[in-house]
């Protein structure tokens, strides 16, 4: 956790955004000489491939075998047989 006046959090703003959003610290900011806000980092992002990347641990046993192989291997089929969500 590191301790920054409000006069250097001004100066070298950009520079403790980073050290917050990419080293993960914590910052308290004091002014006369007492604490006015504590900066802590946001939660994790994740993209889709790591937030679907353990979607087949929660399916049965053969489903989740089946899903690794055809993801893997595609289904084979071709962009034509998508079906138009938009036609009536």
């Known amino acids: 956790m590191l301790q920054i006046t409000a006069t ?9 955004m980073n050290l917050v959003e990419f080293q993960g610290e914590e910052l308290i900011i004091v002014r006369n ?14 993209t889709a491939l ?3 990347s353990d979607l087949y641990r929660t399916l049965p046993e053969d489903a989740g075998a ?10 084979g089929g071709s ?10």
């Open 50 to 52: 790591e937030a679907m």
């Open 66 to 75: 089946a899903w690794v192989s055809d993801s893997r291997e595609g289904t």
């Open 79 to 88: 962009l034509a047989e998508v079906r138009d969500p938009w036609v009536s």
């Open 33 to 46: 000489n007492h604490q006015v806000a504590k900066i802590i980092p946001g939660p994790a992002t994740m």
């Open 8 to 16: 250097e959090l001004a100066r070298k703003f950009k520079q403790m």
